[in-house]
């Protein structure tokens, strides 16, 4: 209650407040004391900008390969928990990231869920994953899928130590209740396809006459290198014009529809020419940055303040929805991104805002 208000006032919310206490134990409370919050007039994440610093994170990567084994595991991962929403597993409202570790001779047991990730290599080439059966090579900067539903492990089979980010909509499907999940037989899946044949079918502006896509809504093509990224983003570096907010940035597509290679995260690269000097933006659907090659500066805004973030190789980076952010490079840099975009675009609610 407030002293400062009128008598009316007073009395009035003593009324209400009775109200409130006497209608409680049947479930019901007043939408006016809480409207404001339900229907904001503009995005209010509770989530805020945070940056990972690859040389703090990667000894207690090294630390957890010490404490507990990939298979006793199941996935040896630390989660990268937004600073707002400690607990919850999650680094925006709808999306969580994490860094995954598996050793040299290690394996990661197969298993599927509803839920969609994604892995991009951070360091170390020549571990595995498998997915539906067929094994692809991971190096740094590839971007590997794990379609809703597919059996997948991972492996190594390499003799140094494999690190991936990994990116999944747990915290969107578990919104839903949506989520189902099963182990399977064996912890490494019977590799029935050759690696690279999905490529081979789907990744050359080509498709298949007759087959079915067996990924269902998901991109038939689960490994995308970084060398034939990394060309295209010089390339036009090179040749075309640079967007004044992104620097050269393209989107991975699913070939068959044009659109995101999941129906749940959009994730793109971009390549910030040397001296780029950003403009802002902001867009509804916060995306998690990790640094592949160079440095450079990520300037955030917003009802949280103001927040400056130097970022080099191997670095990652949340940037929450609605929140300015500006990108600066000396060295010039190449960085990778996902979000909820296509859910946010299938939903009608996706906005975003290019400030001049
Ligand atoms: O590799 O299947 O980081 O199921 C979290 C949950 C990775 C995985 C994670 C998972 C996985």
């Known amino acids: 209650m407030n002293a400062a208000l009128p008598p009316d006032a007073v009395a009035a919310q003593a009324v209400r407040q009775v109200l409130y206490d006497d209608m409680s134990p049947l479930n019901l409370a007043p939408l006016w004391e809480v409207l404001h919050n339900l229907v904001p007039l503009q995005p209010n994440s509770p989530c805020v900008p945070a940056l990972w610093k690859y040389e703090q994170v990667r000894p207690f990567l090294l630390r957890a390969g010490d404490a507990i084994t990939a298979e006793e595991a199941v996935r040896r991962v630390l989660i990268l928990e937004n600073p707002a929403l400690r607990g919850k597993s999650c680094i925006t409202q709808s999306l969580y990231a994490g860094l995954q570790l598996i050793r040299p001779g290690e394996v990661a047991p197969a298993h599927r869920h509803t839920q969609s990730a994604l892995r991009f290599i951070v360091e170390g080439s020549g571990a595995y994953t498998a997915v539906d059966g067929e094994r692809t090579t991971m190096r740094p900067g590839d971007f590997i899928t794990t379609p809703s539903w597919t059996f997948h492990d991972h492996g190594n089979d390499a003799d140094v130590p494999v690190i991936w980010l990994d990116g999944l909509d747990l915290p969107l499907v578990a919104h839903l209740d949506a989520g189902f999940a099963e182990t399977a037989s064996a912890k490494t899946q019977f590799v029935s396809k050759a690696e690279g044949s999905s490529f081979a079918r789907y990744g050359h502006n080509m498709a298949p006459v007759r087959e079915a896509n067996a990924m269902g809504r998901s991109s038939p093509i689960f490994s995308y290198p970084y060398e034939r990224s990394r060309e295209a983003l010089h390339q036009l570096e090179r040749d075309a014009p640079v967007d004044a907010w992104d620097g050269v940035k393209l989107r991975y597509i699913n070939p068959l529809t044009g659109g995101s290679p999941m129906p749940t995260m959009a994730t793109f690269m971009q390549r910030l020419p040397a001296g780029f000097d950003g403009k802002a933006y902001r867009q509804t659907d916060g995306a998690i940055f990790s640094v592949v090659e160079g440095s ?58 290019r400030l001049a």
Do not use: M
Not at 299 to 323: L, M, N
Not at 324 to 330: A, I
Not at 336 to 348: H, I, T, W, Y
């Open 296 to 353: 450079g500066t990520a300037y955030i805004e917003s009802h949280h303040g103001k927040q400056t973030f130097a970022f080099s190789p191997r670095d990652h980076f949340v940037v929450p929805s609605w929140q300015t952010l500006r990108l600066e490079s000396n060295s010039g840099c190449v960085l990778f991104s996902f979000s909820d975009r296509p859910v946010q675009q299938a939903l009608g609610l996706h906005r975003e805002e």
